[in-house]
């Protein structure tokens, strides 16, 4: 079966502020429940995936059997901005922010920029996008002169009228600053932004380009390319990785072209990362404060997505998410600094609530787990948590079961039943036997290891525990001194499911449960 992962960025989806929101001047932000608030709302596929149950969402309807596993991530990076916002998601964590100039870029900057350009520069100033053209757009035109402007992010704009800067020539004036913003210029993005019309009546054009700073570190995108994987990027993601780990690019204009690239890229033929970002969220309606074009936007999203689910494969997995917040109802225009929703679906994935989780980077470690790549970029992959049982899994916890069936615990009437799976898939299964001295009573667990070592097993793949018998849904994990007993023949990376019920069950490996364990290592030493 091949594998694909499709990473959907709704950008500037905020799920409420981070506990340091007002440090980055962003208390009492949601982007979601702002929009929620909106008339042109809606919220239907998007309720029955589950993302009404993610932590902080209570203004939403809960969903009672969710189709996806959900939680809410919060982002170990120091910033709110879309380029350390994405590199967080495919796995690296930036510890300071991209510089600002709140007060425009210095004349070492600027004067590189004006040496090598051949043009002189107009405003210099945070400024919005809309404003500048109306303001400068004139000028512009009459002299020559570029708009350069910033914002609150880490930016570097220039904006130039397209009968009078070329495409090409503007992209190639982006690619001047992007080499003179090095070091401690080092901005996130350099973006061209041009416009078209007559003075009064200018406006954007969706050609606008990001030439972003190249990632620090190995992203999850340059281990799939190196492991030989596809790596398709959709909407501005080349740019934001600056082409780094992508095989595969499409450029889009707006989010109704984003979806449609989508689902096309559904039909594709590839094994690897599809990762696709819907820009119209942040730039349209978060920065513009639009609050009812953004839940119109959701909702075009929410009526889009089960027609892209309903084509998945079964090795595919889609995660749905975004890379900071942007407030469309707050104080400011700028992004928020919120926890950002995750919705994973896929047929390999069981609808859990993970609550909250510490850092986007999560994502890249799950999906590197899932598509079978040694990646280790920040984050912890939850893959073992959200994965559906295998037919391997399902098989030994009915043996577990089975094996409680022949407890014998007349004493304490605590009922437990074990199954050991050998390396070559055998199985040995295991019940508690209880005796009057109560004493001599051997454990499930150690039953069943003593019957395989017994008769001559010695590798092990997985063990399965059952007990908690008249105790609904009670999940027990083994005793310490089956751990132990365990640690003699069994690694440490030994999956152990501890079961609910016949169904359900938890995964943990035998290291977390006795970590530091005295194993047969220690005994070979000289005495
Ligand atoms: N028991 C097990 O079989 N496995 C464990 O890991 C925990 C305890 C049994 C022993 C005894 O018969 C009963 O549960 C109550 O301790």
Redo the contacts with the bound molecule.
Sequence with gaps: MKKRVFIIVLDSLGAGEMPDAPLFGDADCHTLKRISASPEFRFESMKKMGMGNIDGQGFLPGEEKPLAAVCRLAERSMGKDTTIGHWEISGVVSSSPMPTYPHGFPPEVTDEFVKRTGREILCNLPYSGTEVIKDYGEEHIKTGKLIVYTSADSVFQIAAHEDYVPLEQLYGYCRTAREILRGKHAVGRVIARPFTGTPGNFTRTSNRRDFSLEPPKKTLLDALKEAGKTVYAVGKINDIFAGCGVTEKVYTHGNTEGLKVSLEALEKDFEGLCFINLVDFDMLYGHRQDTDGYARAFAEFDKWLPGFTANMRDGDILFITADHGCDPGDSHTDHTREYTPLLAYGKSISPVNLGTRSGFCDIAATAAEYLGIPYRGDGTSFLRVIAAPSEEELALCKAALEARER?Y?P??G???G?ALMTADGKIYTG????NASLTP???????ALFKAVSEGERGFGMLA?C?GAGKPDAA????G??RQALAEFCESGMPVLIMKNEKEFRRTTLGELLPESFTPGFMKTDI
């Design positions: 407890a615990a004493y304490s605590y009922r437990v074990a019940c508690n036997i209880e009573t051997i454990c499930a667990e150690r039953t525990v007990s027990f994990p083994p005793c001194v089956c």
